[in-house]
């Protein structure tokens, strides 16, 4: 005698919730993939007509005439993509008092200094291994938006931003998260004046 399994309600409509929640997962996945072509495309475009005029201004300004290129050409797909990128870099320099200061960090066995500048500029250093700075340096425009840092460097490329969830820890430590998932922990070594920013001293 054949017999048939029923479910109550409350399974059957859970099992439903999980059916729709797989097919969202996977229409979000299929439509971001064909975003992130759109915004691919996009980003040569505006490279070749970046190419076709002489690059005015330093890196802010350079990034922010291409995000205007990106967003001119954009379609909706590739806007949604880019959207929290692009927020990010039209309110550069947008900067938080706890990190502008002198800090350091190690990565890759060498320990590094990061001067994080009122000006929204960065400089950054290894040490030699008696723990002096080298003539090495890397500069750049450093900004907080939406809890991550974003960093543009001088030389090298203007987009993506390189942008890295930040983790405080207490007033003289936190963690930059890479999006490759590298974690680097960030001390304090000394505060920099600031306006408008009492705890680091008269500006």
Known sequence: METKTR?????????????????????????????????????????????????????LVQTKDFVECLDRRAGLLAWAVSRQDH??????????????????????????????????????????????????????????YGEKMSWLPDSGRIYPPDRNSIRNLDDSHFLLVEEDGIINLFSLKQRLPAKGCPQNGPG
């Open 87 to 144: 927020l990010a870099i039209k309110a550069m320099p947008s900067l938080a008092c706890r990190y502008i200061g002198i800090w350091q960090s190690s990565r890759n066995g060498k320990i590094y200094d990061y001067w994080l500048n009122a000006d929204a500029t960065f400089t950054v250093a290894p040490e030699s291994a008696s723990g002096q700075p080298t003539d090495e340096r890397y500069t750049g425009i450093w900004s907080v």
């Open 7 to 59: 479910f109550s309600l409350p399974v059957r409509l859970l099992l439903l919730a999980v059916v729709v929640s797989i097919v969202a997962a996977v229409v979000w996945l299929i439509l971001y993939g064909i975003g992130t072509k759109q915004l691919g495309n996009d980003i040569e475009a505006c490279k070749i007509q970046r190419r076709s005029f002489h690059a005015l201004g330093g890196v």
